[in-house]
């Protein structure tokens, strides 16, 4: 029998974007509010994703690390989810830096990304527009997602890791 493919997926953002309460929310359904800023998990996961089993290997880093840590976390990935906060500017203007270190550790080639705008349920002290994660999305050639880990509203978190998957898998 074919060894099912796994595939390793690293989770990127500013320190508080809500990079834990999504992987957890992905994995468990669930949602924590409190989490360890600073703490750096790895997880495996199994999904069925269009009718063959992946195996996820999934790091959600602490968002504190310096450059040479970070470079490590990218090399080892094979698929990024880049997360920033809908209500903190400042994390959506992390993103483009983020970005460019991945194309630097990967090139020459191409990578597998997600965009997440995360906690659409404040919309309410909303920062950043969503016409402005699209855009951006579109100028960095990969899926945009915004979502909330609390709310979760029609599953797009798992949606977001699935696509990421697809995505490392079309490689
Ligand atoms: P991380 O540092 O990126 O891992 O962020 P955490 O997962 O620890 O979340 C940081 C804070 O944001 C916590 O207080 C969470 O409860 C909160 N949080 C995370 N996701 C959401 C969300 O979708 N909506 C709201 N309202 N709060 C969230
Ligand atoms: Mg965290």
């Known amino acids: 029998m074919a060894k099912s493919p796994e595939v390793k997926l690293a989770?990127?953002?500013?320190?508080?974007?809500?990079?834990?309460?999504?992987?957890?929310?992905?994995?468990?359904?669930?949602?924590?509010?409190?989490?360890?800023?600073?703490?750096?998990?790895?997880?495996?996961?199994?999904?069925?994703i269009d009718d063959e089993v992946v195996t996820m290997e999934i790091l959600d880093t602490a968002g504190q690390e310096d450059v040479q840590q970070k470079e490590g976390h990218m090399r080892w990935g094979d698929g990024f989810v880049i997360v920033y906060d809908i209500t903190d500017r400042g994390s959506f203007e992390?993103?483009?830096?983020?970005?460019?270190l991945l194309e630097e550790v990967k090139k020459p080639?191409?990578?597998?990304?997600?965009?997440?705008?995360n906690k659409?349920?404040?919309?309410?002290?909303?920062?950043?527009?969503?016409?402005?994660?699209e855009r951006l999305a579109a100028e960095m050639a990969c899926a945009f997602y915004e979502c909330s880990a609390c709310a979760n509203e029609g599953g797009a978190v798992a949606e977001a890791f699935h696509e990421l998957c697809r995505e490392v898998r079309r490689r």
Do not use: C, M
């Not at 990578?111 to 705008?117: A, E, F, W, Y």
């Open 109 to 117: 080639k191409n990578v597998p990304l997600v965009l997440v705008g």
């Open 11 to 48: 989770v990127f953002g500013r320190a508080g974007v809500g990079k834990s309460a999504l992987v957890v929310r992905f994995l468990t359904r669930r949602f924590i509010w409190e989490y360890d800023p600073t703490l750096e998990s790895t997880y495996r996961h199994q999904a069925n």
């Open 94 to 100: 992390e993103v483009g830096p983020l970005r460019s």
């Open 120 to 133: 659409s349920d404040l919309d309410h002290i909303r920062q950043v527009g969503t016409e402005e994660g």
